[in-house]
C-alpha cells in the first residue's frame, strides 16, 4: 500500500490542524494504523495506533487528550485531529500501516509501510 500524508502546515500555539493519510494500491481496511513524528535532532517516536475497524486506539502520554486518530475505510483514509497544540509538537508527521494482528504497535519495525511525512510548525 502506497500512504500519502497532508495537511500539515504552520499554526499558532492553541490551534489545530487535521492531517490525512490517504492509502492506495489495496485497500487497507485489514490494517492497523500509526502515526508517528520526528522533530529536528531527535528520533522519530510513536503518537498514535488505531485498529483496523476503528474500534480500538492507543495515544503516546505526550498527546493523549489533545489528538485524536480516525479513519474513513470507505475513503481509504486515517486522520490526526490535533488539538491545543504546543510548540512540542513540532515536527515531521508519518502515517504507517501495520498488517499485523489485535495489539496496536507502537514500535516503528512492526510497521511495514509509510507515508512520506508531512511538516507541522506551532509556533508561539
Known amino acids: 500500500v502506497q500512504l500519502q500524508a497532508s495537511g500539515g502546515g504552520l499554526v499558532q500555539v492553541g490551534g489545530s490542524l487535521r492531517l490525512s493519510c490517504a492509502a492506495s494500491g489495496r485497500t487497507f481496511s485489514s490494517d492497523n494504523m500509526g502515526w508517528f513524528r520526528q522533530a529536528p535532532g531527535k528520533e522519530r517516536e510513536f503518537v498514535a495506533a488505531l485498529s483496523s475497524s476503528g474500534g480500538r486506539t492507543y495515544y503516546a502520554d505526550s498527546v493523549k487528550g489533545r489528538f485524536t486518530i480516525s479513519r474513513d475505510n470507505a475513503k481509504n483514509t486515517v486522520y490526526l485531529q490535533m488539538n491545543s497544540l504546543k510548540p512540542e509538537d513540532t515536527a515531521v508527521y508519518y502515517c504507517?500501516?501495520?498488517?499485523?494482528?489485535?495489539?496496536?504497535?507502537?514500535?516503528?519495525?512492526?510497521?511495514?509501510?509509510w507515508g512520506q511525512g508531512t511538516q507541522v510548525t506551532v509556533s508561539s
Open positions: 504507517a500501516a501495520d498488517r499485523g494482528g489485535y495489539y496496536l504497535p507502537t514500535a516503528e519495525y512492526k510497521y511495514d509501510n
